[in-house]
């Protein structure tokens, strides 16, 4: 069993940055593929980013509307993955939400954070 908590949400001004958390409870958070999605309002959820880690490293993957201006990382000393948000812009306003996904032969397991709001505007 995992828990997802997001954090660092807020509002800032168009071209600000942020930097979200999700700290992970639970054991083996290392082995899960995690990533960060959106959903603004009246829309559906959007990938935003994701990051695998094995032995040989991390691989990471972006949405093209996202990508090079935020930045997905993990710490697994802390269980945390962050996005690092640049260049914010009115269209990146959304609940942002964790996922993490790990899958074995025979079983997959999902779980979901709560949400963070990030609110973009002047």
């Known amino acids: 069993q995992v828990q997802l908590v997001e954090s660092g949400g807020g509002l800032v001004q168009p071209g600000g940055s942020l930097k979200l958390s999700c700290a992970a409870s639970g054991s083996n958070f290392n082995r899960y593929a995690v990533g960060w999605y959106r959903q603004a309002l009246g829309k559906q959820r959007e990938l935003v980013a994701t990051?695998?880690?094995?032995?040989?490293?991390?691989?990471?993957n972006y949405g093209a509307s996202v990508k090079g201006r935020f930045t997905i990382s993990r710490d697994t000393t802390k269980n945390t993955v962050y996005l690092q948000m640049n260049s914010l812009k009115p269209d990146d306003t959304a609940v942002y939400y964790c996922?993490?996904?790990?899958?074995?032969?025979?079983?997959?397991?999902?779980?979901w954070g709560q949400g963070t709001q990030v609110t973009v505007s002047s």
């Open positions: 996922n993490a996904v790990y899958t074995t032969l025979s079983v997959k397991y999902d779980y």
């Open positions: 990051i695998i880690s094995g032995v040989s490293g991390s691989s990471t």
